[in-house]
């Protein structure tokens, strides 16, 4: 089937679509795509021509309730790439090409992005997807999971500010697993180590529980690029219970870096 069923990009003049990685952390699920959204006419009226074509009714009323141009274009970016990897996952699963404005992807009880207007999923799987934003950038991710699986992603640029991340955001025990190398090195794994806190956050649809110590990164395999994330906070049903850890894929390249965790996702 051809690709530009997919692309849209001709009813997007003010942003570039298109494929980009397949974490490794979803290797256990069916189907993983990733797509990003970058905004290349920034501060200009784009997205009010893009939203009535490609947005779901339901989308649209979202869409309208952002508090500023620039949060509208930015949701749409998310919202967009989104579309984009779950539609990917469906036609490889299904062999259907969804329309994008009967697909919907509508902000949970957390806020989480969820999936509506998929058919032809077995009622043990659904589709996962998660959003992360950096600039004027935006990716998703999608997958066929089984059910109450979800999948997480964040983003974070290398060339952004990051003084006193490590800090505000670390323990001691977690900042003993940088690995011994330049500073630009040890940067680039403590963004690493920061996305895999928050792409764990989404997975379990909780975000950091209002503190990044909520979660603890417990082992740092940079040979497989792979980091184990603990989270410390009481599951709401069970206040003895411990949540188990969560394995995180990341990657990226001079500018940005990426992780993408799974987990079961809270009541």
């Not at 309730?65 to 579309?83: F, I, N, T, Y």
């Not at 950091?208 to 909520?214: I, Q, S, V």
Request: proline share 8%; aromatic share 6%.
């Amino acid at each position: 089937m051809p690709d530009t069923i997919l692309s849209w990009n001709d009813l997007t003049p003010g942003v570039s679509r298109h494929c980009w990685i397949q974490p490794a952390a979803a290797s256990g699920y069916l189907n993983t795509w990733c797509y990003r959204c970058v905004e290349t006419a920034v501060n200009q009226p784009w997205d009010r021509d893009v939203a009535p074509r490609l947005l779901h009714p339901a989308e649209m009323k979202v869409w309208w309730c952002q508090p500023s141009d620039a949060a509208r274009r930015r949701w749409l970016r998310g919202r967009l790439a989104a579309k984009d990897a779950v539609r990917r996952v469906i036609l490889k699963r299904t062999g259907e090409a969804v329309a994008m404005g009967t697909l919907a992807i509508l902000p949970g009880p957390l806020g989480q992005p969820r999936v509506s207007g998929v058919a032809r999923i077995p009622p043990s799987l659904h589709v996962s997807v998660s959003i992360a934003h950096c600039g004027a950038l935006s990716a998703a991710i999608a997958a066929i999971a089984p059910r109450g699986s979800e999948i997480g992603l964040d983003i974070a640029s290398r060339t952004d500010n990051h003084e006193g991340l490590a800090e505000g955001g670390f323990a001691a025990s977690e900042i003993a697993l940088l690995p011994e190398a330049p500073p630009w090195e040890r940067n680039r794994r403590l963004l690493q180590m920061w996305c895999a806190k928050e792409a764990a956050g989404k997975a379990l649809g909780t975000g950091l529980h209002g503190d990044p110590l909520n979660f603890i990164v417990v082992k740092n395999d940079a040979s497989r690029n792979s980091i184990l994330v603990e989270p410390r906070f009481a599951m709401p049903s069970d206040s003895d219970a411990r949540l188990p850890p969560m394995s995180a894929a990341v990657g990226g390249d001079d500018t940005l870096v990426f992780a993408v965790a799974t987990g079961e996702r809270l009541p």
